[in-house]
């Protein structure tokens, strides 16, 4: 869809928006109808142009003071019917009634290749599910989740993705004032884990509607099954254990993976207190209330895990009458999230060392990797995006002799493949990715446009994000990992 197709059908259609809402026709306890509060002063801050144009929306109306005010909930897009979803969720392991407290959504646009996405408000004030938050967010954090979001995107990992971020020329209150901001987020859906926990608990009525929905949506074939709800269960695991595998390649750590967090759909959503690994090491934790390590990068396909079995838990009632063979009959569809896991990820580790045919050692070796990187602090994204150029740094920790004689073995490895090394290294270099959204870097681009209203640090990096795996385009300075004298970075909840 090229932008003057979008503008032409703009006319009739006011920006090429053209809302439904499947979601509102579910039973009412599993939404609440609310409207946006509208904002003092809305100013655009970031569009996302090729975004707009894969919706079949006008990139120059949302740009203009008519889509700005819809970016930014002062008037609405046609068709839209704006709710807030309820939804629950375990929270570090407990249970909590949540829904959307500063998030409204819009209703569903059909792309011009047929697919519905959601269009969700992030900010756009207060809900009936608010508690004690005020509905909004601030800049910063909203520009983190565009970046991020987009990155991911660009790195062929299933996300929600960022459409525009608003300034609302109102302020937050958090530790400090801050600018507030609206975000444009698009997604397969926003059903959650928590969604289903929410019926289960409170709304059990709904609980088949809202199967059959899922299915309809995101799983149809799971309808022809003999048991569609064991189906669905073992169709979201196989997305989750494929998302998890993609997280483990590019050194993601979710940080957050509630089961509120965790969208069924297979999309990675919620980038609050999310960060990329430098240093490669299975503890690491970013987030400042993580002090347990639960969300560790390490442990996330643990956890992945242990939401999927609170989503069997809900469904257990539909599986079948009698509790216990229900209960057995989910452990096992179950069991196919750690088999396809492991499968996604040795893949994954064996397209990024250019191997082909399975040969024996082949495990051992990735795992000789993986050890030489948590012992010598190896820089995870460099390790790899090294590996795919012609030669290797000769600097600490390349240098030193367990690498060296790992990289001789894996070097004569390749050596008798078919196309032999360099083969392989052009292979390497289309699913190994030169850059990733390093946080000391994000950080700065960031705080440049947050706090000194200086766009320009963070449109450059979006610029090289979009193109990851451009290894001989990417600038040096966005390869670098922090200095070694840098505190921990750390990130946070409730932004
Ligand atoms: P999160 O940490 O983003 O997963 O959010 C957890 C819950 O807190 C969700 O129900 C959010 O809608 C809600 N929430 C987060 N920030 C705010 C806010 N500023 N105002 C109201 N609700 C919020
Ligand atoms: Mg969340």
Known sequence: MNRQTVSRKSGERLGGW????????????????????????????????????????????????????????????????????????????????????????????????????????????????????????????????????????????????????????????????????????????????????????????????LTDYTIRRHFPVCAEAANPALALLEAVAVRQAELLAKWMHVGFVHGVMNTDNMALSGQTIDYGPCAFMDAYHPDTVFSSID??????????????????????????????????????????????????FQAAWLDGARARLGLLAVEEGDDAMVRELYDWMREAKADHTNTFAFLCGRAMPETAPFGRPRFRSWHARWVARLAHQPGGLDAARERMRRTTPAIVPRNHIVEAALTAAASHDDFGPLRRLLDALARPFDHDGIPAAYRQPPPPDSPPYRTFCGT
């Open 18 to 209: 053209r809302l439904e809402h499947s979601y509102a026709r579910l039973p009412e306890p599993l939404f609440t109808r609310q409207a946006p509060v509208p904002v003092r002063a809305p100013h655009p801050c970031l569009l996302n142009t090729a975004l707009a144009l894969e919706l079949g929306v006008d990139p120059d109306f949302l740009a203009g003071p008519e889509g700005t005010a819809m970016l930014a909930g002062n008037s609405l897009p046609p068709g839209s019917e704006p709710i807030a979803q309820a939804y629950a969720g375990h929270q570090f392991g407990h249970f909590t009634m949540l829904g959307d407290g500063r998030a409204l959504l819009l209703g569903e646009q059909t792309t011009p290749d047929g697919r519905r996405c959601d269009i969700q408000l992030k900010g756009s004030g207060r809900t009936p599910y608010s508690r004690q938050g005020d509905g909004r967010a601030a800049l910063g954090p909203m520009l983190r989740e565009y970046v991020v979001s987009e990155a991911m995107h660009a790195l062929g990992i299933p996300t929600t993705r960022s459409l525009a971020v608003v300034r609302t020329g109102e302020p937050v209150l958090r530790d400090t004032v801050l600018a507030g901001a609206v975000l444009t987020r698009t997604a397969d859906s926003h059903l959650r884990v928590g969604t289903f926990e929410y019926a289960a608990r409170y709304a059990p009525a709904a609980l088949e509607s």
């Open 291 to 340: 002090s347990g390590g639960r969300y560790a990068y390490g442990r996330q396909p643990g956890i992945a895990m242990w939401n999927l079995a609170r989503f069997a838990d809900t469904l257990l009632p539909l599986i079948g009458d009698s509790p216990s063979r229900a209960a057995t009959q989910a452990e096992s569809a179950l069991a196919t999230f750690a088999n396809r």
